[in-house]
């Protein structure tokens, strides 16, 4: 598997624990918006992935938009730690 797909299934997982705990009402109403400023955000960078010009432009994107995710994670869903 290269690193690329590495990559891309780390953030779903990620992002269905968060899913999650929305689920389970574990998230405060500021998460919750955030939460759905997040599916905005993914499906305009799957958008411009789809439209991009060629493989170039689109891995390229995928690399802003994996970055954009990841912080927006870390800002607003506090990562679980294993004690």
């Known amino acids: 598997m290269d690193d690329q797909q ?3 299934d780390a953030l779903l997982a990620r992002i269905m ?6 689920k389970a009402g ?10 759905r400023r997040l599916g905005r955000t993914i499906d305009r960078i799957t ?6 010009a060629d493989i170039e432009a689109a891995t390229a ?6 970055q954009l995710i990841r ?4 800002e607003h869903f506090e990562t ?3 004690h």
């Open 6 to 8: 590495d990559e891309a």
């Open 17 to 22: 624990m968060v899913r999650d705990d929305l």
């Open 26 to 35: 574990r998230l405060t109403l500021a998460q919750v918006e955030a939460y």
């Open 47 to 52: 958008r411009q992935m789809d439209a991009a």
């Open 61 to 66: 994107l995928w690399r802003a938009g994996a």
């Open 71 to 74: 912080t927006f994670l870390a």
């Open 80 to 82: 679980p730690t294993c």
